[in-house]
């Protein structure tokens, strides 16, 4: 039924920092970038309308490419949406991860961009490689490499 994940998608009070962290520091192209304007002859999305009338040139949204077809996607928060909490306080949204076929030139890479990881790579129990970092928004996520005993390759179910 289903081929890959499309996207997951953020708000931001951050725009220009969340730009620069993705496309910048972690080399990552912007695919789609939205402006207001492009509702303005769509007066059946009211609220995306309205907007449109005042602010034409504010960003809607933006699509980054991680690769072909898969996607981290960027809205500007409004002032009504709450901050996030502390990672992993409340049920729901946790991580996304990020594959790699090079989990110490990964590492490497991101902390010459003067990112802090929250470890140094290391085996997991599923035998894949991994470490954390987070962007401008504190959205945790696991940079990973595979390995020949990776569960997430082979399938593994615990008794």
Known sequence: MFNSIMHVAFYTDKWDEMLDFYTNKLGLKIKTYVKFKEYLNRPDRKEMYERALKEPEAPFNCYIEIAPGQFIELFPATPEQKEHSDWNEYKGYSHFALLTDDIFKAYEEVVAQGIEPRNKPS????????????????????????????????????E
Not at 127 to 156: A, K, L
């Open 123 to 158: 085996k997991g129990p599923s035998g894949t490689w991994q470490f954390w970092i987070h962007d401008p928004d504190y959205n945790w996520f696991e940079i990973m490499q595979y390995t020949e005993d990776s569960y997430q390759v082979n399938g593994h179910i615990s």
